[in-house]
Each structure stands twice: as C-alpha cells, then as structure tokens.
C-alpha cells in the first residue's frame, strides 16, 4: 500500500511539473484575454498554398501539419523568441526560422518549401561524341544514374552541397569530375571525357631535319621550323582506345576497318564491349589502321603528329639532341627493340624518357604519322611546318617496334604502310596544337 501511494504521488508531481513547463509557453484561455499566437502560412514555389507540411515550433513543443489551404495556426503563447521549422518528404529542402513573437500579437508568417535541386546533364567525349549508358555514381550519397541513349541524364533531390561525379561504362573508369550544387538550383552541367592523355608542351624552332649517312629517303638534311604543340606523354594504350570503341560500336560499319581484332590487347565479349587483356591496360593499342588511328583523334578532339613534328619531338625539340634514337645513344636504356623486348611490345613509360619527357618514341610499336609519304620528298619540303607531300597510297610511320634492330628505331629512320593496313606492330600517339 505504501509502494502504491509513493508512485502516486511521483506521477501528480511529474504532471505539476509538466503542466508548470508548458505555462512556460502555451497559455490557456483564461489567463490572456487576448493573447498571442502565430498564424503561419506555406506556399510552394508557384506561390500556391502547400498542404501536408510539417511545422514545429519550439519550445513549446508544437507539431502540426498544414491543412488544405496550407496553414496552421498556434495555441496562445507567452511572448519571446521561438524557431519554427517546416518540412516535408525528402524532395523538398527543411528549413528554420526565428521570429520574435510580442505580447497580445497575432504574428502572421508566410513561408516557401521549395524543392531540392536537380541535376541535368550529358557526358561527351572530348571531341563531342554523346556516351551512352555510361554510369555516374555521386559521392558521398552514393546514388547512381545512368545516361540515356542521347548520353544525357537527370538525377533529383540533391542536397546543398559538393559532389564527385565517378563516370564509368562496362567497369572502365572514365574520370571524376567535382560539382557543386547550391540550394534551389536547377544546375546543367556537361561532362567532357578527355581519354587522360597526358601531355608535353613542345615549344616550336628551327631543326635540321633527315640525315645524309643512312636511308637514302632521309636525304637531304633540310631545315624545317614547326610552331607550339603538344604531344602525348605516351603512345596510346589499349585502355585508351578500347574507351574510344565502346563509345563508337553502334556506328562503326566495319571494325576492320580500324583495327586488326585478332591481335592480342584487346577482347570483344558479347555484351561487355572492348575490354583490354588483364594485365595490359597500360600496353600500346597495336594492330590500329591510320584510319583507326584518325578516327580516334576525332572522337577525342585531338590529332596524327605531322611528320615533321614528330622528329622535331623524338629529337628534343628545343633542346634538340644528336641521339642517334630518342634520348640517347644507348638503345637499351630508351627502346624497346629487338635486343630486349623479349618478342613482344611493353607497358608504355617503362624506359627512360627523351629530354623533352617523351617515352617510348624509338621502338615498342610503329607510330602513324599524318602524312602521305614520299621517298623524294625532303628534296622539295617545303621550310615552314611541312605537312607531307601530295597523297599517295602510303602514309607514314615513325620510330620503329620491338623486333626491329638498332638502324630501324633511329630518330631519322623512315617507314610507310598502307593506311588501310593495321599490322600487329602498328600504333600511334596524338598531339594537341593548331589543326593542319
């Protein structure tokens, strides 16, 4: 019986208390003739009347939701400072206010819930070409979308704030890009994929350009000037190019027209597209027609080095050098050859590079050049950024592959094939500068 009369009193007390704590705040009737309450209003972002919002006012413990005309109005309140907050399901932003509530004052307050920002964009490539059925992923929500067949897409519902975009189609990664998104934007944005080719500046000048002790279409030595450009770090990889397929199946119309798919770096897999071998992402594409080569270069927005510049490049450029190959007199230590590839091509950047950052120009695979080839053509080249004789049926191929000998990786050393021709030892770098 005592037990029953203590817990009976603790509950009248807890109830005094709260009764107590809630006078704080919400005053009955009786005790504010007029008294003071706030009216509240929401709209959406049409300035239409918004129901079904959540309202707190604090610290009177008030939750309420907006009726049909998108109000609420308060019980009688003692005067101060109090928050509100409106809210509603996870498509529109919460927000919070203070107001300063007066005594006897009926405080209107209209309020916008507004919607949480959209994303709308497209993925290319750096030469303009959509990419279809690419996924993005947004970190650090982790929701994902995938772009349509127009290479476009739509994500809703963001939350204020930044974001890395991780692009990637049958789980080859196609680069991250960082976004920020504010509050009540609708935000376009275009993501240009640019295949992470990277670059050397190559400051133009004057060079001589052949040699007079070796192949007789290496004659004469002539002076050549070439203008800035820049050129890519390394030869172009299986990974690079097989980005470059899968984006362009749906419109090649005959693949061998690019690229020789018997030679080994890359796999076609019903379904999955063009995945390079395991273990040789990072290898030189081979097997690449001068066709292939240039439509690479179009799709990414770059081009063929002409013959001239490509010289110019594996010779130093400014800093040019009298190596016989590109960086050194010592081939071992700059090529892959016939001496030590061990029969077959290597991961590019492997040897040493030239002076101006270069790898790879003498040996590992054959690099297509713009040109049209001619053996008689140093004699009539002209002096100011040649771009190659008038077309004939070969095109040109510069700095040799892993089974050719010494003469055959030299600087000076030219080569030609035909340009429908993808032989398993031929690939290509690009260059980014002023067209042709």
Known sequence: MKGILQFIFIVLLISLFSCSEKKDNILEPANNKTGSRIEI????????????????????DIFEITNLEGKISTPLLNPGEYTISISKEMAYIPETYVVQLSEDEILQESYIIRTKPELNGKVVSRGGYKIAGAEILFSPSGRTVNTDANGEFLIRYLDEGSYN???SKYSVQYGNFAIDIKKSDTSQVTLVYDPEVAFEFVEGGEFNMGSEEHED?????????????????YEVTNLQYSIFLNEMMETIQDLDSWIDTKVFGLTFEYNAGCVP???YENF??????????????????LRLPTEAEWEYAACGGKYRSVFNFSGSDNAAGVAWYNSNSDGSPNQVGLKLPNQLGLYDMSGNVSEWCNDWFSSTYYGNSPSDNPKGPEPTSIKVLRGGAWYDDENNIRVGFRKSSYPELGYHSFGFRVVRGAEY
């Not at 004659?219 to 450009?229: C, E």
């Not at 030189?284 to 927005?301: I, Q």
Request: charged share 20%; glycine share 10%.
């Open 165 to 167: 975009l991780a692009v």
């Open 217 to 233: 279409n290496e004659k004469p030595v002539h002076q050549v000037t070439v203008d800035d450009f820049s050129i890519g770090k």
């Open 277 to 279: 071998e395991s273990g």
């Open 284 to 301: 030189p594409v081979r097997g690449v027609t001068w066709f292939g080569a240039m439509a690479y270069c179009d799709w990414a927005g």
């Open 41 to 60: 209003i929401v709209f959406d972002e049409e300035n239409k009347p918004e129901p079904g919002v959540h309202v707190v006012v604090q610290p009177a």
